[in-house]
């Protein structure tokens, strides 16, 4: 299969780009970037595919492939549209819309092509997330509780996440976390929603930390603090009635990270070690093997999904604002 990736900044240089190097099942590798140069050698001879610096030439240009858009927020819904108008199939980075009438439109527009439309939302696809999911179906009773923290340092000025027009704010950024957290380890959607967003710094012009609250039908909450100008802090705890579970660097690891569960069963703690996994190789993998198999309805339901609790999400906050 050949891809052609729409953008090639800081993520597509150090995790995308390597990851489809990684798998046999992509053929070529084509980029398009608009606002800056390809350097040579950014794609191994192997898999060297065309080079564009224009994105609706490339659309045009490529042969019908897997179009891999990364762009800023506010950029995703009208690329995927594009994408999915020239008969490809479409990988989009999180969050995937920032709107939910951009996810429904997006959704159906695939399903009259009988194209495939997948939010590349990864961290779980690490075996940390598979063995959280082992390790909970195992216990006789579901969770209580689920704790999130995901925050990192201020970025540079310049960056989208800190720009309204693109998309920008640590909601849109982090919540997404969140909302496929609950749903991978608590199932399904939330019956409940409240955030609140922390006040605006005067140096910004979109929030930078959020609190949220998803409360679930097994009676389970999801509490997370999430921040993109905070000291690091990336992991969660799962809390049940004789058991938790704690783990570190869960939504951004690593491709060779080695992580240990801290488990506590009945107060005897224990640690249980996990093997490294490339989230991005894997979730691409996963993505491409259900293309061929023509069986990837599932990736446009969870982006729709995950689309309307984010918009639930938004208007709490926007009511608590208020």
Known sequence: MHVLLIGYGSLAKRRIVPALESLGSVDRIHIA???????EGAVSAAKQGRVFSDFQEALVSCGECLVYVSQPNSAHAFWVGQALEAGHHVIVDKPAVTELAEAERLCSLAASKSRCVAEANVWYHHPIADTLRQLIAAQKTPPLAVSATFTSPAMNADNFRYRAALGGGALLD???YAVSCGRMLLGGSPSDV?????????SREVETSFSLSLTYDCGATLLAFMSIEAEYRNGIEVI????SL???RLFTPPGDYEASIQVRQNNVASTMRVSAGD???RFIGDVVASIEAGDYAHQADLLLADARVMQAIRMSAKGARE
């Open 33 to 39: 970037e608009a606002f800056g140069v390809v350097p």
């Open 174 to 176: 982090r919540a997404s």
């Open 194 to 202: 409240f955030c609140r967003k922390s006040p605006l710094l005067p």
């Open 240 to 243: 049940g009635r004789d058991y």
């Open 246 to 248: 704690e783990v570190q």
């Open 279 to 281: 989230t991005f190789a």
